[in-house]
């Protein structure tokens, strides 16, 4: 019997006995239809996470104390001799204080939040985007100017409108009241100023203003609480990072105080994390694999026990051991790919719809990513379920003697 033959004859057996085949390919279905479907929405959601954060900057380290006691606070020297560390471009300083109060358009009505105090760099190294007006300046940090940039819903809170540049905001700082002039206004949140992602103090502050005049005004000396570093090389940031707080242990006389972090690290965290949860869903999806390939197998020997006779037949007219074996191992392979096809199909199908439903909850677009690499291992891995399922079944039919299998009723 040539391969055409085989081909052919495999394929009548498959379609003769339709249920039970169907049946058989059931698990292999499920199990590709799953890996596919698990992989594809899992690739979408990592794409569009990182689509909106891409904006983020990764030539950004964060630099923070683990304690506020006063000794290890940060200083304005230190960002002075951070600038100097080869692979640093700028420094920027940030400060924020809490307990303060805004008053509002209305008489008698204030909202409690923070005020925050940085410089002209931290627009640069946040990506900062201004709706109205600017900035605040390196002039304004020298000159420690009463300035300040809102957002527009604390615009709305205190004038009623947001274009109200050049009016004075009125903040309590614990009895002591602070007029400022507001000099721009931020984009919205949903304009993604700052990814709507993160929580930073120009997300949820009532006015950031010149760190210099926050400093004065808390009688703070030049302690900082924050430094925000742009880095030249981002495959240097972990040198980078290391560099940095040895220089602060050093300055301050004291170890393990501060600590570093950056998106550059938070990006590979991140796609570590949904790599390992595609994984390791995908791998208990493959179960089924395992699954389909026992009812493969099962099948395939209920076939031999059917077909004794014509296997008889078979070698009393002069088909080898080989032949017979080699058409059990067909069928078999037949049936995977068969149900690798449909599975691959109804994966692809069901991940469309899951990165649909997943869009809508997540508010914005999800798209499903079937690669081909992911499809030719699935078809590999069902072609190899076919081949070890057909393996023990093929030989057992191999192995019948053509005599006792013609007398098989």
């Given at each position: 019997m040539n391969l055409i033959e085989s081909i052919t004859s495999a394929a009548a057996s498959v379609y003769s006995h339709k249920l039970r085949s169907t049946l058989t390919m059931l698990g292999i279905i499920i199990g590709i239809g799953s890996v596919i479907m698990i992989v594809a929405v899992g690739t979408g959601v990592k794409n569009s996470v990182f689509n909106v954060v891409s904006g983020i900057n990764q030539y950004f380290i964060e630099v923070y104390p683990n304690t506020y006691t006063?000794?290890?606070?940060?200083?304005?020297?230190?960002?002075?001799?951070?600038?100097?560390?080869?692979?640093?471009?700028?420094?920027?300083?940030?400060?924020e204080w809490w307990g303060l109060e805004l008053e509002l358009r209305i008489p008698g009505e204030y909202e409690e939040g923070s005020l925050a105090g940085t410089d002209n760099n931290y627009m640069v190294l946040e990506d900062v985007n201004i709706s109205k007006g600017r900035f605040i300046s390196k002039n304004d940090v020298d000159n420690k100017s009463r300035v300040a940039v809102i957002r527009p819903e604390i615009a709305l809170k205190v004038f009623?409108?947001?274009?109200?540049?050049?009016?004075?905001?009125?903040?309590?700082?614990?009895?002591?009241?602070e007029q400022f002039t507001v000099i721009g206004i931020l984009k919205?949140?949903?304009?993604?100023?700052?990814?709507?992602?993160?929580?930073?103090?120009?997300?949820?502050?009532?006015?950031?203003?010149?760190?210099?005049?926050i400093i004065e005004m808390f009688g703070y000396e030049d302690k900082i609480d924050y430094f925000g570093v742009g880095i030249r090389d981002v495959s240097k940031t972990t040198e980078t990072s290391a560099e940095i707080t040895n220089l602060l242990h050093l300055r301050h006389n004291n170890k393990d105080v501060y600590y570093t972090q950056s998106m550059s690290n938070q990006f590979d965290m991140i796609d570590g994390m949904?790599?390992?949860?595609?994984?390791?869903?995908?791998?208990?999806?493959g179960i089924s694999l395992f699954v389909g390939g026992v009812g493969v197998m099962n099948i395939m020997l209920v076939s031999v026990k059917e077909r004794?006779?014509?296997?008889?037949?078979r070698k009393s007219l002069g088909a080898t051991n080989g032949n017979i074996k080699f058409q059990f191992l067909l069928e078999s392979i037949m049936l995977t790919l068969i149900g690798g096809i449909i599975g691959v199909v109804l994966g692809g199908l069901l991940a469309i719809l899951a990165c649909s439903v997943i869009s809508?909850?997540?508010?914005?677009?999800?798209?499903?990513?079937?690669?081909?690499?992911?499809?030719?291992?699935?078809?590999?891995?069902?072609s190899a379920v076919g081949l070890i399922s057909g393996v023990y079944p093929s030989a057992k039919a191999a192995r019948l003697d053509p005599i006792e299998a013609l007398r098989y009723e």
């Open positions: 006063w000794d290890d606070l940060m200083t304005l020297d230190d960002a002075e001799a951070i600038g100097k560390i080869p692979n640093v471009s700028m420094v920027t300083m940030l400060s009623g409108r947001v274009d109200c540049l050049g009016e004075k905001l009125e903040i309590n700082a614990w009895g002591v009241t919205g949140t949903d304009e993604n100023v700052v990814s709507s992602m993160l929580n930073t103090p120009l997300s949820r502050s009532l006015a950031v203003i010149p760190i210099t005049t949904l790599n390992a949860v595609t994984g390791f869903v995908s791998f208990v999806a004794t006779r014509e296997i008889g037949i809508g909850l997540m508010l914005t677009e999800v798209i499903p990513v079937v690669s081909l690499p992911v499809i030719a291992i699935a078809f590999g891995v069902s």
